[in-house]
């Protein structure tokens, strides 16, 4: 069954097709994921950008230590083992964001938001520039898995776990779902115009590997070291 539970029962599985018209440019078309990859980004901002064919929707890959925040109405899509992911939004505005970080803290150098801190921050900020207030923002939270048997005794999914409800409990942000802890890497979905998730709980064969990718960065092998896997509403 190839499909994703979604964190509101009530709304359909599956969105309608969206995208802005596409614009010309010297008499050629543009498309909107074109126009998207042309606009300058900021560092640390996730810049992968696609056409996502399951869900006939324009979307952005968030990478390890990456966030999005948008008022488009788009994907944000990301693939997590022991990392943590932070899915907040103003329905207000109708602003949203994703973050992808891998440890609590650390020193951050030029590690942009791979530490819970930083890629916190961010993430708010970011939305308050969008015209968010804090009082209006609510967040679904993602990830913290044990993905392989020798993280256990690190505790990293739990401590990632553990740092982002703190986080949110002390900024007041209420967290209204959530879907952490485990063994299974997710492949998470967010809508951020409406603020919705949709899950996918992921089968690996290769544990060692997508945790040493995964603190690398390299997304694309974690995503090839998954497949499969149940789904779970929550």
């Not at 952005?60 to 899509?77: A, R, W």
């Not at 949110?168 to 879907?179: C, G, N």
């Amino acid at each position: 069954m190839n499909m994703f539970a979604s964190a509101s029962a009530a709304s359909p599985l599956r969105p309608q097709a969206v995208g802005l018209a596409p614009s010309t440019l010297g008499g050629a078309a543009v498309s909107r994921v074109d126009q998207l990859k042309a606009q300058p980004r900021n560092p640390g901002e996730a810049s992968f950008f696609y056409r996502d064919h399951h869900f006939q929707y324009d979307a952005v890959k968030v990478l390890p230590g990456e966030y999005f925040v948008s008022t488009e109405d788009l994907v944000i899509m990301t693939v997590l083992g022991s990392c943590i992911s932070a899915c907040i939004w103003d329905g207000k505005v109708r602003a949203g964001g994703m973050n992808h970080f891998m440890l609590p803290d650390g020193d951050n150098g030029d590690g942009f938001g791979r530490y819970g801190s930083y890629a916190m921050e961010l993430l708010i900020n970011e939305l308050l520039k969008k015209g968010a207030r804090r009082e209006s923002m609510q967040a679904k939270v993602f990830g913290g898995a044990a993905v392989m048997a020798g993280f256990t005794t690190m505790n990293v999914g739990e401590r990632n776990t553990k740092f982002v409800l703190d986080y949110l409990a002390t900024e007041r942000i209420p967290v209204v779902s959530q879907d952490v802890l485990d063994i299974h890497p997710r492949k998470v979905c967010f809508f951020p115009v409406t603020g919705k998730a949709l899950v996918k709980r992921l089968a690996h064969s290769h544990p060692e590997t997508l945790a040493v990718e995964e603190r690398r960065g390299n997304a694309a092998t974690v995503v090839k070291a998954t497949s499969g896997g149940s789904v779970d509403l929550f």
